[in-house]
DNA sequence: AAAAGTATCGGGAACGTTTGCGGATACGTT
DNA sequence: AACGTATCCGCAAACGTTCCCGATACTTTT
């Protein structure tokens, strides 16, 4: 027979149910309801999952509470050298781990930042990590990398994750999809510091980091007509992207300053991809009045068209003239060298980072959004250095 | 006049002292010790901080308890359609984004797995990362990347971070100075999954993903033999990794098979750093009586010796022969081709991270730890093709 | 109509910290 | 005695979830 847990009464129980597969009664008595615990639910199992040593464990052991150990153990005030001295070497001795997460959770911050980069592939978005990452861990921050894979879609999943861990601060080169930012609108309106870098763009209220495209670009087109090339085409990136409508710009400029003809067949806007590149380069190289030079917008698109030149037998730089973006390490070996634009990755990293901190401790500081713009330089190699004339 | 706020006496107030530079009072009556709250802490200013919208907000706004939410958002069963929908809507209109850091706290487990490489600047192991995290966002789980930078010191730090942000797993791949393995045992002790990868060590109990180095390396050292290279050298890495230890074994056993004397001082074994190739190339190139051959440990150390052998006239592959190990991209461009090693990249880092899902689900199984060889291909270029005689 | 079953919801503990505020004691000073 | 000061420590409320137990209202069966 079955007791009543409240009355104890034997008599009255009767089946009231079911709630979750399991029989319900009710004790006519005094009208309680209850179901009957499994009893292999009591099994000795205690705690069955491993057990980390906590804040408490150490309080009990040394006798004191858990705000004194918390106390002792963060090195406040208020705490007695022996009390604290006992708190830590008992912390030491039951090997204990402070649980991060019960930290942030009741501060509200988790001293990390996020960073989300389009793409791995290529050395420039590695080597600007690098560079955030030193001035990060400096400064006691954690850095959390994802990459968008150049996916509009993987781009605000991962915002939405970042927002979820309540990430400090946002570090994020966009994709080249990228054409909405409402994702990127969550963080201004909660609050939460936000740096672009690299793929920027405009419609979002942060500060940018960027380098000088435009007179990059000039520049590179500029060193490609001095050397006497005169038809030169552009392999430029998606145009929703700022850096392309810079370059885009740069060449432009130097086209026109020197009252060169900008063939507009030959400027072609496609994304960063190995296998548009060759579709791309293939289409120019066929050209019947195929052009002298190309200036890419990245390196891995150029050196993509200097090998196919190398196949159909133009010799380089003396029937064409090719200019990149980024050095690449390869730029350096392929022979004759790429020349191409180097950009400050390290610097582009450290920089982004240093600002994203001056945002965090700037509290709610009105900062007005600013854009660095941080100096590029031309490195010439065999690849357009053409023998005069 | 003050009153005691226990017993309500005005008479037997009487000063005791300050705490926190304010006023203290006991209550002679009652003998209760108070202190005043500043009247102007009652400013309006309720909430200061930026409040995100909890469960808790939801459940207020719609009137039902967070706990019905927190199943309504969860699509739990036990919730009616319509109270559902409301949920769900309300959640939308006010912008809901659920807090991860509480999630973490209760459910003890954060979905995120923790990976620590030594270094970003070669493209090995941003290669690896793309792979390992394609299986791990496939299956909902975040990577938080940490670099060691080569430091021992920095790899235990980083671990401790791993561990206080509890990771639910670590993927790691070991400094070149890493020689105590303590705080990898701390994850055994924890039962936190481990998965060792590339630079992976004895003395620990956890799986290791590897390529056949020692293959590797008997295959690089037969294929220079076969050219009709006599005396060749091995610069290799710190002995104290498993990795260059095996590749030394793998040149030593190709050399004893073709009955080729292996002179000592002509193997060497430095650490993974450019200013150390340059030191051991000049040395090696320098040798009264130099090698015909350089079997490298990767392929930066090779090509730093070949720049510097082109830079002494010394002729590639005719005079000197080079394999390098790990096929970065530089290796396919530079000078005549860098004949060296492939490895798989990408399936190294799938493997890793599908061996700590495994880990993870099995739920305390006791899997033998084991290890997995992942097969590297001979790529061969121009470094290493001599016409023979 | 009583008994049994079903569907839907709420209360509240737990997760491991931090921290504001008050309590207790000890000792010195009027 | 009465009061002042300093030092050290504990209580308990957050932080935002999840989830175990129920509780309530209603429908169906006996």
Redesign the interface.
Known sequence: MIACPKCSEVGAIMKAGYVRNKQRYVCKDCNYFFTLSDPDQTAPGKKN??H?TTIIDIAKSIGVSNSTVSRALHGHADISPETRQAVLEMAAQM?Y??????Y??VK?R?NTIGMIVPE??N?FF??V??GA?EIL?EAGY??????SNESYQ?EVSNT??M????IDGLLISLTQETNNYDHLQ?FE???IPLVLFNRVCDHVEAPKVVVNDFDAAFTAVEHLILNGYERIAHLGGPLNLLVSRERLRGYRAAMEKYGKRVEENMVIQGMFSQQKARIYGKYLLDLENRPDAIFAVNDSSA?EIMLMALEKGIRIPDELGVVGFSD????????PGLTTIRQPTGEIGKTTAQWILQLIDSEEEVNLPKQKVLKTELVVRGSSRRSKG
């Open positions: 999952r491993r980390q090997d781990q402070p649980n991060q997460l019960a942030n959770l509200s988790t791995f592939t050395s590695p080597n990590i690098i990452h861990t954690n850095l959390t990398i994802m990459q993987v939405r994750t927002l979820a861990n309540r969550v309106k909660r609050g050196i690449n390490p390869e730029s350096a070996y392929i022979g």
